[in-house]
Every structure is written in structure tokens, then in C-alpha cells.
């Protein structure tokens, strides 16, 4: 089933308006008629069965049959911070870690970062909005993903302390088996998670001693080493499942 | 440490001879010199400490230190197959899950394969080598994986037969949570698993009927709908997850 994220302005008393490439979307590319099926999800993470009512020329009204009450979204809030990289390093990062359920992303200005940008430009935060929105809609999730701009260490320490549990990957421990994202998880009881991967050339010993100093914990994510956009969605896959698979079938 | 993989015969007594493309990287990518230290892996899985005692023009002779006692390899040994697609998708999978510790790949012919081809190409086929090549280089693996050619699924179910466990990704099941990964993979005690995931189109209903005949296992992998080419790394990431990560720290 197509489904499209909507503003709340754009839904109101049984009625969904869609606009801008979306309208585009359904009358030209789905080629879809009034009587259709489609869903639409709000801000808040209600996703709703609809009905094509009208075809007008930049708009699509949509009648709403009823809320669905399925939830794809992880138990868990995961923001996946990762060192800065070039953007179609980010960019597909960003996709996969939708899908597999993040809430947040943010890239972080490392001292091994290759990219020096301080800011991220608006035509790439536009960029990756539409990702988010577009992988959103493929893998039916019910909330969008937070892209953040680009944060300096600093700020990125400072924004640490609004999460119950900081983790960060680092390859040295992973190697001496030290410790245990496994073990973390399983123990964790509180809602949000920030994880903290290396840009290329990897967390400098001096950026893993204030995170350490900081309250993270430093985790292996197994004994082979990791490109720099793959460890992010390792970190994604782990905690998916640990948090949503079962233990018995 | 830069690796490189050599075949058996390029070892004897205590001397590796380095050729081909892997000489002028020594030479003229990393501008190494006599005395510097590589490491050399053979065939079996054995990583050798070495140090560059000559180079001549064709060649580099490494002189073997020590034989390395760490493996990087995944306790069990999983193939990848995974629903035919695009050469590019088929490349960027096959790097990933050579990072995360598959010992195979393969291309399985499927009802809703966008791609036709019967046969891979032989440049393909050794562009694939390549990057299999470079891919356990920079991830340290003690082992190269195995790429085989494209199989009809007919092939497929019959090479099945030779693996301890047989799993398929089905989305159907994960939306129902009927069935758990997580517990099979607990309770798993054999070595060889193979893991097919399903192409674009994911896998029809018939093809699912014939993977349970066959001894199959359906598994889900999480609530939200993966993209073809994430399923296979959500695979190998469970896998490395269960397998190789502590319940402790």
C-alpha cells in the first residue's frame, strides 16, 4: 500500500489534502483514480487507511476510512550520530538507517573527518528530507527521521545528556572483546539511545577520552573492521534485533 | 596493517612473493620500502606477520615473521543468496557482507527478478573477485568469500541440501511476527547456514511453498519493509550479533 507523510495542517475533520510531488506522485506517476486506496501518516505517528476522493489540479483529497493501529516503529528512540563524511556516504547511510528504524541522525564534525564543512547547506538538508521522507514511505514507518545539521564535537557532547544511554563504536575495544553492545542492550530500560560512529579514519584516542569522560560507553561491534557506513547500520540491526525480534517462534 | 591475500603457492619456506596488481600496490600506491611491515593471508585462513625484504620490478618478497593467531572469521559459515538483481545492488551487497563475515554468495534466479541474465559474465565474475578481494583486505578477514555464478532456483533448492540450516526473509511472516530469527539462530549448534533474501519484487507465494517443502525456515526481519539490498546485511548483522558478540561485558 502507497503511503505518504502529511502534515497535520493537511488533515483535518476526516479529510487529508495532498500536495506539492505528492500530488504529483499519485496523479502521474501512480496514475491512481478516486475509489483508490492509499494510506497517510501525520506528525505524530498516526498512520491512516484513505480513499481517493478528488483529482483536482494541485491537490488530491483524500477521505479517511480509519486509523490503522499497526506500529512499525522500534521501542527504542535511536539517534545514529556518525563522524562527518563525504554526502553520498551520509546520503546512504541515511536511507538504510531508516529503514531500519532510527528516529534521529546527525552528522559530527570528527578530528579524522576528511570533510571540513561547518554547516550543512539548505539544499542538502532539502536532500535529505526528501530521503528520509521517500525511505519512510517505502519501509511504512509512522514517524519521520530528524536530520540535525552538522554539530561540532563540542555541541554533540553537550547534546549527549539528553539521552538515557550513549554508545559510540570503537575498534580497539572490539578487538580485545573488552565489551559488549550485547550485554548493554540487554540491560537497557530506558527510551533513548544516542550511537556514536567514526568518520573514515576512525574516533582519535583523544575523542574517545572525552566521550568516555562524557558517560559513553565505548562498544565492539564484532571482531572484523567496519567501513565507516556500514557500522551505523550494524549498530541499527543490532538493536532492531535485540528490541523487536522474539526469542521464541 | 595493510593484508594481502595470496594463493598456497605463492608461500614457501618462510618467503611470500607478492605479483600482479598486489605488487604495485606495495610499490606505488603505498610506497612501501624494504623492512617495512604486511601482513600475508593463504588459502586456509593462516594471516602471516611479514616484512618487505626486496622489491623488484614484478615482484615484492615478503620474508613470513610469525604466523598471526587471531581469526577474524564468523563462527559459522554463512552464504548469502540472494534474489537476482542489478549488477550494482549484487556489488554493493557483496562488499557489505563480506565485512560482516559471509563465506558465500549467490545469485539465485527468481519469479520477480527485474534482471533475465542466466549465466554471470566472466568480467563480471571477476570484478566480483575484486572486490571480494579488497573488501576482506581492509576488513581484516582471514578468509575470502566464496562468489558463485548465477543459479536457477531449481539449483538453488538442490545446493540447499548441503547446509545445516536453511533461512528465507519473508516479509509476510515478519508482519505477523509468526516467526523469530532470534530463537532459531539461539538455538542453532550446527556450522553452515544459508540465507536467501528475495529480489525487487520480493518472493512470490509460490517460491515460498517450495522453500518450505525444501526444509526452509521463514523468518522476519523486524517490523519494516527492507529494501532488497538491506535485507542480506540485516541477515549478517543478526548473525555476527548473536554469534560473536558477549552476553556480557
Not at 550485554?183 to 556514536?196: N, P, T, V
Not at 573514515?200 to 567496519?226: K, N, T
Request: proline share 4%.
Amino acid at each position: 500500500m502507497q503511503r505518504y507523510f502529511v502534515t497535520n495542517q493537511q488533515i483535518s475533520s476526516g479529510i487529508v489534502v495532498i500536495l506539492g510531488s505528492d500530488c504529483h506522485h499519485i496523479k502521474n506517476v501512480m496514475r491512481m483514480q478516486p475509489g483508490m486506496a492509499v494510506e497517510a501518516a501525520d506528525e505524530t505517528g498516526n498512520v491512516y487507511a484513505c480513499i481517493i476522493d478528488q483529482l483536482a489540479t494541485n491537490q488530491v483529497i483524500l477521505k479517511i476510512e480509519k486509523k490503522l493501529d499497526r506500529n512499525t516503529e522500534l521501542p527504542w528512540e535511536v539517534t545514529i550520530a556518525m563522524g562527518l563524511t563525504k554526502f553520498p556516504k551520509q546520503e546512504e547511510v541515511l536511507r538504510r538507517i531508516v529503514e531500519l528504524g532510527a528516529a534521529g541522525f546527525v552528522p559530527v564534525e570528527m578530528a579524522r573527518s576528511m570533510v571540513k564543512a561547518k554547516v550543512t547547506p539548505g539544499a542538502k538538508l532539502d536532500r535529505m528530507a526528501l530521503i528520509v521522507k521517500e525511505a519512510s514511505e517505502q519501509s511504512l514507518r509512522n514517524k519521520l527521521l530528524l536530520v540535525l545539521p552538522i554539530t561540532s564535537f563540542k555541541s554533540f557532547l553537550e547534546m549527549s545528556k539528553n539521552f538515557d544511554l550513549c554508545l559510540y563504536a570503537y575498534e580497539e575495544r572490539g578487538k580485545t572483546d573488552d565489551f559488549s553492545l550485547k550485554g548493554i542492550l540487554k540491560r537497557f530500560s530506558g527510551r533513548s539511545i544516542l550511537f556514536l560512529t567514526g568518520p573514515e579514519g576512525g574516533i582519535s584516542p583523544q575523542e574517545a577520552e572525552r566521550l568516555d569522560q562524557s558517560g559513553f560507553h565505548a562498544v565492539g561491534l564484532g571482531p572484523r573492521i567496519l567501513r565507516c557506513e556500514t557500522a551505523p547500520l550494524y549498530a541499527m540491526c543490532a538493536i532492531s534485533y535485540e528490541a523487536e525480534l522474539k526469542n521464541e517462534s
